[in-house]
């Protein structure tokens, strides 16, 4: 059994910055890949950024480019969301995955451990 268990969101401005954090449980937790995903109100869940195992590779959606950065610390079985610049579009259910292999995806089929959500919401 794996437990994932996002922390950091809130409600911000704007412009403004958050730091999401998922602290995994279990000792394997350097041999996955992670994501992050998102789910705004009325909409489906969608991709925002992916790790390695390592973390030496990264990929994001396009709509977060530039303004995000996903990063991990194996030996806290941490994984981050750095969200800078945040526009009132980012407003969402956060959700940090684990995934089934060392590779990082952007398919939710690849992920088959889920935390329970953390909200962001972007005032304008």
């Keep these: 059994q794996v437990q994932l268990v996002e922390s950091g969101g809130g409600l911000v401005q704007a412009g403004g910055s958050l730091r999401l954090s998922c602290a995994a449980s279990g000792r394997t937790f350097s041999s996955y890949g ?22 030496r590779s990264t990929d994001y959606a396009d709509s977060v480019k530039g303004r995000f950065t996903i990063s991990r610390d194996n030996a806290k079985n941490t994984v981050y ?44």
């Design 34 to 55: 992670m994501g992050w995903f998102r789910q705004a109100p009325g909409k489906e869940r969608e991709f925002v950024a992916t790790i390695t195992q390592s973390g």
């Design 81 to 124: 969301l750095q969200m800078n610049s945040l526009k009132p579009e980012d407003t969402a259910v956060y959700y940090c995955a684990r995934a089934t292999t060392g590779s990082g995806s952007s398919s939710q089929t690849d992920y088959t451990w889920w935390g329970q959500g953390t909200q962001v919401t972007v005032s304008s």
